[in-house]
């Protein structure tokens, strides 16, 4: 089910993105490019996807997007404040005017109380407007569940911006 949804909105996305004059581009952390990926598995999506930013550890999260090393220390890398700083960072870095970040826990391993397996920030930012902040709890159902529920809640974002 959640496949079939990806690519059905990855397609509306793509159309209505060429109808807007929308570009966009991805900062990823735990769904390690499949919101990229997704996007690009459409023809035309060359025209309104200008690049993805896989920021999987601490050190690429700063040195890709330009986030000061002890913020992520002070927040968290899995927190409200980074996933922000992400989006505007790949908004900022890109030829984007729309991007989408996403950080979280998809575990197995690596949950906290404060953040648990299936825990998920997510940021959406846009040229002039203030960047939005989406607070996934997909609960511990598996990986690759909560990556592919991570990939179409930013899909149905992407396209909510368009």
């Not at 090393?69 to 729309?98: D, F, H, P, T």
């Not at 203030?130 to 930013?154: C, M, N, S, V």
């Amino acid at each position: 089910m959640t496949l079939r949804d990806i690519k059905r909105l990855s397609k509306e996305i793509i159309l209505k993105a060429n109808e807007c004059n929308i570009v966009i581009s991805t900062a990823e952390s735990c769904t390690g490019g499949l919101i990229g990926s997704a996007l690009t598995s459409i023809s035309g999506s060359s025209a309104v996807y200008d690049r993805g930013y896989i920021t999987y550890s601490n050190e690429s999260k700063s040195d890709l997007l330009n986030i000061d090393i002890k913020l992520i220390e002070k927040y968290g890398a899995v927190s409200k404040e980074i996933a922000i700083l992400m989006a505007e960072g790949a908004l900022k870095l890109s030829n984007a005017n729309l991007t989408v970040s996403v950080t979280g826990v998809a575990g197995p391993g690596g949950g906290t109380k404060i953040n648990p397996v299936g825990r998920v920030h997510m940021g959406v930012a846009k040229k002039n407007k203030k960047t939005e902040h989406f607070l996934y709890t997909f609960g511990d159902k598996g990986r690759q569940h909560i990556r592919e529920l991570t990939t179409l809640r930013a899909l149905e974002n992407i396209f909510r911006n368009l």
